[in-house]
């Protein structure tokens, strides 16, 4: 999604607006610019395609300016051109702004502006905002945005520069993303916090209906009414490390490579000897009596874990627990009232269905539960309770490591809640298993990426493939269909094995290959049938599964793929890296841009 930069203080704008856009490129966009105020005259530059087109243009201009903003842009409104790439400039070109996000009225404020005379220069939403500020600006830019705002409805960050106001950067807030960051004698403005990594870690998060004035010496964060705020100054912990490669050609493959070390950073902390300590989970376990359902929402990759935490949490709690992708959540009417608990999935916390479908249970009463990786994101900010997932910085826009802490999120959750339902004994046995689960996923990394690379040699040349599984498997799955198609752009599909015969069977046809996940032990007969009736019509099929069951599958399947042997209820944890692995290998052999693909933003903050 769109990407907002900006900076004033003593330095030259134009290099630390390019490097901050750099640390946003992984959250995809199509077009990239800036605007600087250099002797009081507001100097634009924007350009259609990666930064670097736009960087190259700038080499040959030596701008000064040290006031500026910059941007990338995703396209909603408006193909990706130069003419629709931020930032957008008033009739006379004196301001510029940047924005994220969707302006739902801006039709109709549009055809009110053209009908006082204001000339309009591309086809987005965004330059409405301009044109709104330029109507009533009478010297004041505060004012004037103060008062534009008040006109808009949707989802919105913005920022503002003048040349009237060459010491000034003018920002608002409105369910989008939005953060200051304060240097020595300098601020800086971003919508996402690793574009302010080089230079700081000491940030200022703004809240909806925020706006804030950054100027020369200070800066000052004004509320609704106009009211000075004073607000807490946060430290991030991120480093800046985590956004780089580390040797590795794609962040991706680095993430992947992570995982051993993200699932000792959550899991070390909760796991006694004895159970598990959540104190994140609040009054959630005195509630959870009353608690007559539980709802899961979240989107993509996040969904999915949700479905695992659905198996988990019915079986532990024996509470009904239903998944909801959220962009369906609120519309379908949910039964959601004072005795649900819902919990909202997100590795970005910013989400925007998802974190609409929070708003929606909490005006619902019910008690909600983030499972989110970004400390200080909306969701994270605004759930009754907050348990971080702790993956670090996930740049890929497939998601890897999150995915992995999600699933162990949900088992701590799922153990801890089920603490009273279970026997002493079968409680003990599912901690050990946890407590390997680090070591395990770093034994798969190594005996895995072989075969996955074979795996993908043959997958690579394919239009189609397909991924089955039954219980915990599906759901599984579902994930590695979404990696494939998500990054190799080979099409993929999910299937519960068993419901293959009610109609998908008759798309298996000589060769094809269908990755099916064994990893049950409980559903291992039924597997095997269905993966015969598949083979029988012509079907590859690349099975995985546990070492324990290699014997049972050997000759069985056309290919096969095994991980270290586990409980069946952490076998999703080990299963998905070859299932990562496969997706990168087959994306990397078809050299699509692995980390940034077509059409895809890293954060979802558009409905
Ligand atoms: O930040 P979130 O976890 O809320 O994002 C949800 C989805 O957009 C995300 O998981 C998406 O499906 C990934 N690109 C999948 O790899």
Redesign the pocket.
């Known amino acids: 999604m769109c990407g907002i930069v900006g900076y004033i203080g003593p330095k030259g704008a134009v290099p630390i607006l390019l490097e901050g856009l750099r640390k946003l490129e992984y959250r995809g966009y199509d077009s990239a610019g800036i605007a600087v105020i250099e002797e009081q005259k507001l100097l634009l530059r924007k350009s259609e395609g990666k930064l670097g087109v736009l960087e190259e243009r700038l080499k040959e201009e030596k701008f000064l300016g040290d006031i500026g903003l910059g941007h990338t842009r995703w396209a909603t409104h408006g193909k990706p051109s130069n003419e629709n790439a931020h930032p957008h400039h008033d009739c006379k070109g004196k301001l510029a702004i940047v924005h994220n996000g969707i302006i739902e009225n801006f039709q109709a404020i549009k055809k009110m502006l053209e009908d006082e005379g204001h000339s309009f220069f591309s086809e987005t939403d965004t330059e409405v905002i301009a044109h709104l500020i330029e109507k009533f600006y009478q010297g004041n830019l505060v004012k004037a945005v103060q008062k534009a705002t008040s006109k808009l409805e949707g989802s919105y960050a913005i920022a503002v520069i003048s040349q009237d106001n060459p010491d000034q950067i003018v920002a608002f807030r409105q369910d989008s993303p939005l953060i200051l960051g304060i240097g020595e004698q300098e601020l800086y403005l971003a919508s996402d916090i690793p574009a302010l990594l080089p230079y700081t870690r000491k940030v200022i998060i703004l809240d909806d209906g925020e706006l804030a004035e950054l100027n020369r010496k200070n800066y000052q964060i004004f509320d609704l009414q106009g009211n000075i705020l004073e607000k807490e100054i946060e430290e991030i912990d991120w480093d800046l490390e985590m956004a780089e490669k580390k040797g590795f050609p794609h962040y991706m493959l680095k993430e992947i490579h992570e995982q051993p070390d993200v699932l000792r950073q959550l899991l070390t902390t909760p796991l006694k000897d004895d159970g598990i300590d959540l104190p994140e989970l609040g009054s959630i376990l005195d509630f959870q009596k009353k608690i007559d359902r539980i709802f899961i929402v979240?989107?993509?990759?996040?969904y999915h874990s949700g479905l695992i935490g659905k198996a988990l949490l019915e079986k532990t709690t024996k509470i009904p627990v239903e998944v909801d992708m959220a962009s369906e959540f609120r519309y379908r009417s949910p039964l959601v009232g004072e005795n649900s608990l819902v919990i909202l999935?997100?590795?970005?916390?910013?989400?925007a269905d998802?974190l609409a479908a929070l708003r929606y249970a909490r005006e619902k009463k019910a008690k909600t539960l983030g499972i989110v990786n970004v400390q200080g994101s909306t969701i994270f900010r605004e759930a009754d309770y907050t348990l971080l997932i702790k993956a670090g910085l996930e740049i890929a826009?497939?998601?890897t490591k999150?995915y992995m802490n999600m699933l162990a999120a949900f088992n701590l959750v799922a153990l801890k809640m089920g603490e009273g339902e279970f026997n002493g004994e079968k409680l003990a046995e599912l901690l050990h298993f946890l407590r390997e689960i680090p070591a395990q996923a770093e034994k798969t990394l190594h005996k895995i990426e072989r075969p996955s690379r074979q795996a993908a040699e043959y997958i690579k040349n394919w239009d189609n493939a397909f991924f089955v599984g039954r219980g915990l498997d599906y759901s599984l799955a579902l994930e590695g269909a979404?990696?494939l198609k998500?990054i190799s752009y080979i099409h993929a599909e999910a299937y519960a094995a068993g419901e293959l015969k009610h109609g998908t069977l008759a798309l298996i046809e000589e060769g094809i290959p269908v990755v099916a996940l064994v990893t049950q032990e409980d559903l291992l007969e039924k597997m095997v049938s269905n993966i015969q009736e598949i083979r029988a019509r012509g079907g590859y099929v690349l099975g995985l599964t546990q070492d324990k069951f290699v014997s049972r599958l050997e000759g069985e399947v056309d290919f096969l793929l095994s991980i270290p042997n586990t409980s069946d209820f952490l076998a999703p944890l080990l299963g998905t890296i070859p299932l990562q692995m496969i997706s990168y290998y087959a994306a990397d052999l078809r050299d699509c841009p692995i980390d940034q693909p077509r059409n895809?933003a890293?954060?979802?903050t558009v409905e």
Do not use: D, F, M, N
């Open positions: 979240a989107c993509g990759t996040a999935v997100s590795q970005s916390g910013e989400t998802t826009v497939a998601s999150a979404l990696k998500e895809l890293k954060s979802v």
